[in-house]
């Protein structure tokens, strides 16, 4: 007896330290998860993404690694919500506006001259309404964790420069298939004319339509600028992007590396919306040295009087509260 007790304290021994080691282990276990994004790498979502990843690495101390997948390796926006919902994907970066399919409250941060310019968006959502609308996704299976920028929508045609609502009236605008954007532009007496992104430049060239609308790289990267020369700055949307985590992924992880997450979330908006501002700059000058006619509207306020009917159909009683709520913010 006495030498089977023997045995078995020398086989604990050896055994136990195996034990501690296997439970230190698991304490440091590499979390590995993925970031999808539908942009080039450098576009400023990437490099808002990139630092996003460096600040959760650099605050786990190496613990926790999110991998970025630019250029739509892991989908088109719509199917990377549906797999950020689903578990399949951790993270992804999106617009607002295919977002807005899964939580409709969202339609209230993008309607046409919502903002009185970036200065006020930025107030909103880094304010008490921003935080309702982020924690607003976590009833749809997401975790809303940071805004990011994607300038102002403005429009550019071949005819003439735009300064009142009466200069748009008859002309075909090019725009997305969506009911807000035909609203839109129905709502300023011209026509909307939906169609693919990349047939717009041959038809702004053959005059199949008169002009289209988007943000300054787009004009410049499209080459749009080449046959549309005329860009007005009526900044008729701002549509902010966001950072979504799958709820389930979270939910999975401590209190401390959520904590982890979304302090990197948030402070990865800073290099965004620089790397955005500069982006915007490169562009605009571009454009400009090779003649494009850049004007400001004459009243935002008489474009927005434009939209009263189409804020009526298109949002909810409760969504129009929130947009009142949106442009008392001062």
Not at 57 to 63: C, D, F, M, Q, V
């Amino acid at each position: 007896m006495k030498k089977v007790l023997f045995v078995l304290v020398i086989v604990s021994l050896l055994v136990a330290p195996v034990f501690a080691q296997g439970g230190k282990e698991e304490a440091t276990k590499q979390i590995v998860l993925r970031l999808a994004d539908n942009q080039p790498i450098g576009y400023p979502t990437v490099l808002g993404d990139e630092e996003f990843a460096r600040l959760v690495e650099l605050y786990s101390n190496g613990r926790i690694k999110v991998e970025v997948y630019p250029q739509g390796q892991l989908g088109d926006e719509k199917s990377a919500i549906e797999q950020v919902q689903f578990g399949g994907i951790d993270f992804t970066r999106v617009s607002i506006s295919p977002l807005s399919d899964f939580q409709p409250l969202l339609n209230a941060l993008q309607m046409p001259y919502l903002y009185r310019d970036a200065d006020h968006m930025w107030k909103v959502l880094n304010g008490e309404i921003g935080d309702f609308f982020l924690n607003s996704m976590e009833e749809k299976g997401f975790v809303g964790l940071v805004y990011y920028d994607s300038g102002a929508r403005s429009f550019y045609n071949t005819k003439k420069p735009i300064y009142t609502v009466a200069d748009l009236r008859g002309m075909k605008i090019r725009v997305q298939e969506s009911a807000l954007m035909m609203g839109l532009v129905r709502s300023l007496g011209a026509v909307p004319t939906p169609m693919a992104y990349g047939d717009v430049y041959s038809a702004l060239q053959t005059g199949v339509i008169d002009g289209a609308e988007n943000n300054w790289p787009s004009y410049d990267t499209s080459s749009h600028y080449e046959v549309a020369k005329y860009y007005s700055l009526d900044e008729h949307t701002r549509v902010p992007e966001m950072i979504v985590a799958s709820k389930i992924t979270m939910d999975k992880l401590s209190k401390e590396d959520q904590e982890i997450i979304k302090r990197a979330a948030r402070e990865s908006q800073k290099i965004q919306i620089d790397s955005w501002a500069e982006y915007e700059k490169k562009s605009e000058a571009k454009v400009r040295a090779a003649g494009s006619q850049i004007n400001k509207i004459k009243d935002q306020a008489e474009f927005a009087a434009a939209m009263a009917p189409l804020y009526q159909s298109m949002l909810s009683d409760a969504q129009r509260e929130w947009v009142e709520k949106i442009k008392a913010v001062r």
